[in-house]
């Protein structure tokens, strides 16, 4: 069984096509994208090039090589990606694993920056009531000498108790207030914290270049934008709180040991130099972990997305068992890091638990040798067991504030990744004309590609002001990536689209889109109402028309909805132009979301229009209908138009075929017709036959 492969190749060439047979060895033979090393495949590449000329003798020369080959091959390729990817994989959770950077623990914590005032008060609260806390073991002290030492006197020691007891309560009255408001503090500022995050990172979602999404998965984006932000959210706030007591205990807590007998206090702690290094170790362990779990989260979410939003085709397939078998071995591999995970934190704390009872046993036994020879109160041992208890357990919270931090910097540094991306095309910014364009568009020898086969491959078009041009062309020759060019979601790697004689990469996108009607093969819309939907496409200043003060003028939205027949849809409905088209308009027939989408494009009034198959969906009444709407609001614009069905481009200025990423054929549709043997007749003869199939077949049937 053999199969084709893809791989591209470095040429070394040191002569001319002749003598490559002889000379011109591979520089290399691995592949340059998956790095996959082929041997005994030098005759294929050679017989690749062969055809090929080379511009110079010498030189290195990249070689795109398909050929066939056995499936041993294809599975020796798959598994040395496979393998590649667990290496990037081992090197993102090494590069993880590093050290926490002291540059990025400070952005992080710039990140609390507008929360200041509230933290500061939180933190004023977290220092009263933790030395509330700290104070119960040395009262209780207190109160144990009084009852040892007092037994002649009852009367006075009652006296001491019930003023000691009484001073206590109000301490604790206190620190209970200021509990309540380090935990309330804490917790609204890291809500708000994360909220500012997620504005944060979804501004830099939506500022980046269109082609990005294409390579980054919608679910991690998501699981980004909703855990990722909460995580360093509950890091800067409860983390830091939870830690800040911890650290403030630890060194409340040692003080009083070392206070009260100091060598005992260095026996007792003689367990935290081990803890402490093992609690790093854990660390960055966690550290590492985390971000694969996220990561695996993210697959799972993206999934799930895709899956949930397309059920109708799952159903229509009956693949419902499938996707949950599939969806369960994703979540078996969240799952099985999850195990590590747990693994991990499990033995942590089973051993920090451990050490601070290590912590107690040696105080208890060393400090009860003391009250024996009389070296230490019982008082002041009981009072020292239970700040070593609380020195134990704070260092524990401190090992999980740092395992937390660890965490928190995951999911930081994967907020950065975008946070920091600067879009290849940028949001806004450029020449913004005062005049309205005339709309001349000229596409100068275009080179485009998606991956690293070409697309476009030096196309030259001309669209001129007033006239509409009709695009034509095989399914996937690129049409609809002509449109996205002039609309600059992507930029040409080679050649300029310009308008009115400006290269639009020199002008502001917000002005150029401004300018641009564009009604895609897909039309897109988004849940609300049939009137939010049109008024989608409008510039602010057309929402403000709804309002109009001249109430005889008709709102721009209503004339829009109006030209794309819009009517007969909210006629029957009692809701209106309020009427809800559902989640991606999915209350709407094709044909209604069509016609949405045409009032949408051009409720701004632009003067360049893309059509891109925006009537296939229609029936033929409806066709009829907007097509002449369309040809109205096409005069005075500039109007590029893209058809499958030839039959609806007659009434085209121009038709311009697209072949092999040019263009092959211009003309009007008659003289096209007229031409023998032109690209235009052969689409318009398969068209015609597959019409011809079509009704055959239906005869047939009835
Ligand atoms: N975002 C993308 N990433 C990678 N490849 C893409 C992307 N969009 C389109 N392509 C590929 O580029 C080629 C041209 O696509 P395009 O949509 O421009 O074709 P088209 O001529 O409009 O096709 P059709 O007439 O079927 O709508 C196709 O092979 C398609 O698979």
Same mark, same amino acid.
């Given at each position: 069984?053999?199969?084709?492969? @893809? ?12 003598? =490559? *047979? ?10 340059? $994208?998956? %790095? ?18 080379? #511009? ?57 920056? #507008? ?47 019930? &003023? ?12 209970? *207030? ?21 504005? $944060? ?8 270049? &269109?082609?990005?999404? %294409? ?11 909703? &855990? ?19 650290? +403030? ?31 790093? =170790? ?14 695996? *989260? ?9 899956? !949930? ?35 991990? /934190? ?12 290590? =912590? @107690?046993?040696? /105080? ?62 940028? /949001? ?26 070409? *697309?476009?491959? %030096? ?5 001129? #002001? ?5 695009? /034509? ?8 990536? =002509? ?10 790697? $080679? ?8 290269? !639009? ?70 809701? %209106? ?24 494009? @051009?409720?701004?009034?632009?003067? !360049? ?32 138009? !893209? ?29 096209? @017709? ?12 398969? $068209?015609? +036959? ?13």
């Amino acid at each position: 069984m053999f199969q084709r492969l @893809i791989c591209n190749f470095e040429l070394k060439l040191s002569s001319k096509r002749a003598n =490559i *047979l002889f000379r011109g060895p591979l520089k290399n033979n691995l592949c340059h $994208q998956c %790095g996959f090393r082929l041997y005994g495949q030098k005759a294929a590449v050679l017989r690749n090039c062969y055809n090929r000329t080379f #511009p110079d003798r010498f030189g290195i020369y990249n070689l795109r090589l398909r050929y066939y080959t056995s499936q041993v091959d294809v599975q020796k390729k798959n598994d040395h990606i496979e393998k590649l990817k667990d290496q990037a994989t081992l090197a993102t959770s090494k590069k993880i694993n590093a050290k926490l950077k002291p540059s990025e623990i400070k952005r992080l914590f710039g990140l609390a920056e #507008p929360e200041k005032w509230t933290l500061t008060a939180a933190i004023g609260f977290l220092i009263v009531s933790s030395s509330v806390t700290m104070a119960v073991p040395f009262s209780l002290g207190k109160v144990l000498d009084i009852i040892y030492s007092s037994t002649s006197d009852l009367g006075a020691a009652r006296e001491k108790l019930d &003023a000691l007891c009484l001073m206590l309560c109000g301490v604790f009255l206190v620190g209970g *207030l200021c509990n309540f408001g380090r935990v309330y503090l804490m917790s609204i500022s890291g809500q708000r914290m994360t909220q500012a995050l997620r504005k $944060q990172v979804y501004g830099a979602i939506m500022r980046q270049e &269109a082609a990005w999404f %294409g390579k980054t998965s919608t679910g991690e984006l998501v699981n980004r934008l909703s &855990a990722d932000t909460q995580l360093v959210g509950r890091n800067l706030s409860q983390n830091v709180s939870d830690g800040l007591r911890s650290l +403030f205990m630890v060194g409340a807590g040692t003080g009083m040991m070392f206070y009260m007998s100091p060598s005992l206090a260095l026996i007792g702690l003689c367990v935290v130099p081990p803890v402490s290094v093992l609690a790093v =170790i854990y660390g960055r362990f966690v550290r590492g972990i985390t971000r694969q779990l996220q990561d695996s *989260l993210a697959e799972t979410s993206e999934l799930a997305e895709e899956k !949930i939003s397309n059920i109708k085709t799952v159903k229509a397939f009956s693949k419902e068992q499938n996707e949950c078998e599939s969806y369960g071995q994703r979540i078996e591999n969240v799952l099985k890091l999850a195990y590590k995970e747990s693994l991990a /934190v499990g033995s942590f704390y089973g051993l920090t638990g451990l050490s601070g009872n290590t =912590i @107690i046993i040696l /105080v208890l036994y060393y400090g009860g040798s003391m009250v024996a020879t009389e070296q230490l109160s019982v008082g002041n041992l009981t009072s020292f067991l239970l700040y070593a208890a609380y020195v134990g357990i704070s260092i524990g919270g401190l090992s999980s504030f740092y395992t937390e931090l660890n965490k928190g910097m995951g999911a930081a540094t994967r907020l950065w990744d975008i946070i920091d991306r600067e879009p290849q095309i940028p /949001v806004a910014g450029g020449l913004r004309p005062t005049e309205r364009p005339k709309g001349e568009i000229i596409l100068e020898n275009i080179h485009f590609s998606y991956s690293s086969a070409p *697309l476009i491959k %030096g196309l030259d078009l001309q669209l001129l #002001p007033g006239k509409s041009v009709a695009l /034509v062309g095989r399914s996937g020759c690129g049409k609809s990536t =002509i449109a996205s060019l002039i609309l600059r979601l992507y930029d040409p790697e $080679q050649g300029r689209v310009l308008l009115d004689g400006v290269d !639009i990469k020199e002008l502001d996108p917000l002005w150029l889109r401004s300018h641009v009607g564009y009604v895609s093969q897909e039309p897109v819309l988004f849940s609300g109402s049939i009137k939010d939907n049109i008024l989608y496409g409008a510039l602010d200043e057309y929402e403000v028309d709804d309002e109009s003060l001249d109430k005889k003028k008709e709102p721009a939205w209503l004339s829009a909805a109006r030209t794309a027949h819009l009517h007969e849809l909210v006629v029957a409905s009692a809701d %209106g132009w309020d009427r809800q088209v559902g989640a991606r308009g999915g209350q709407l027939s094709g044909g209604q979301k069509q016609r949405v989408a045409i009032a949408r494009a @051009i409720v701004k009034n632009p003067k !360049i229009l893309i059509l891109d198959e925006a009537t296939s969906a229609l029936d033929t009444y409806s066709e009829y209908l907007v097509d002449k709407a369309l040809k109205e609001i096409s005069r005075d614009r500039t109007v590029l138009t !893209i058809a499958h069905r030839l039959s609806t481009i007659q009434s085209a200025d121009e038709v311009a075929v697209l072949e092999k990423g040019v263009i092959v054929e211009r003309g009007t549709y008659a003289e096209l @017709i007229a031409k023998k043997g032109g690209f235009f007749q052969e689409l318009i003869t398969h $068209q015609t +036959f597959a019409a011809k199939s079509r009704e055959n077949r239906d005869m047939q049937n009835t």
